[in-house]
């Protein structure tokens, strides 16, 4: 098994297309922070802007808000819309991509089951989804960190702001990563399952954005009928709760309680979805296939 996975990870990455998502990623991630380098000020104007009718902000808090843990907080907010597409352009490729190539038969004649062969192609997509927010994480949030500094956590809400102090950050971000990448293996596993009913990756990877578009119209959507109805069943209503690592709790005083998490259930309960969806997938996915005649 080790073997596969080791085959089928030289097979990704030895294909030029798979670093055009590393690529993309650094792009992003550098106009962002080359921006907010040189026009930061007029982005926190902007940021406090809603705000600034019912707080007052000095100019001294305005400039520390500007740090490392904020710029990466943004960029999160703007990569892990976009990053479902880059894990489905390798995901979606994995079965219809032998398929199309004429050399899923060949791979089916190795000594090993289809469930097996299905488990090292899925744990490939994953390790390539893992690899692709790794990348993102070192370039969003440690190059932030090394380029802006670091300082206090200051996030928006609607109702007020968020704030946690600089010692209370760093593990939050850990575990929203950690949560991110549950999120992305959903769509990888979506991805994967779509694969296997087509001899040509296109399909699989158009169907998956337009499953994800069309479910997070759904899930943004503030339709009183929608919000009891359909998006609790939703996927990607759940895989935007990794912001809830940033809300925290406060005391009655209204002073931030330090490692706090305001609703933990609920992101958990939301993690558990996604984990359900991703063994739902899964094992559809294996489950067509072991049933699939292959003719290529």
Known sequence: MLKLLKIELFKIFKRPRTYIAFGAIAAIVFLIQVALKFD?????????????????????????????????????NTLLIQMPLLVALIAGDS?????????????LTKPVSRTEYM???????VVYTLALLIWMAA??????????GTNDLVVLRSEGIEQMKSFDVLWRY?????????AL?????LAFLLSVFAENSIGPIIATMSIVIVFTILSEMNIPIYDTTVKPYLFTSHMVAWKGFFYVKADAEGTTIN????????????????VAYIILFF??????????????
């Open 95 to 107: 079965i219809a991509g032998e398929a199309n190539m004429g050399t899923l038969r060949l791979s």
């Open 40 to 76: 930061g000020k007029s982005y926190v104007d902007l940021l406090m802007s809603n705000l600034s009718g019912s707080f007052e902000f000095s100019d001294d808090f305005k400039g520390r808000l500007l740090n490392g843990y904020l710029i990466c907080f943004v960029i999160l």
């Open 185 to 189: 293996t959903t769509v990888s596993a």
């Open 139 to 148: 370039l969003a949030l440690f190059g932030s960190m090394l380029i802006f």
């Open 259 to 274: 490692g706090s998490i305001e609703n933990l259930p609920a992101v958990l309960k939301s993690l558990g979805i996604l």
């Open 174 to 182: 850990f575990a929203a990563f950690g949560y991110a990448a549950v």
């Open 283 to 296: 094992s559809t996915a294996v489950w067509v296939f072991r049933k699939k005649d292959i003719l290529t």
């Open 119 to 125: 488990l090292v192609k899925f744990a490939a997509s």
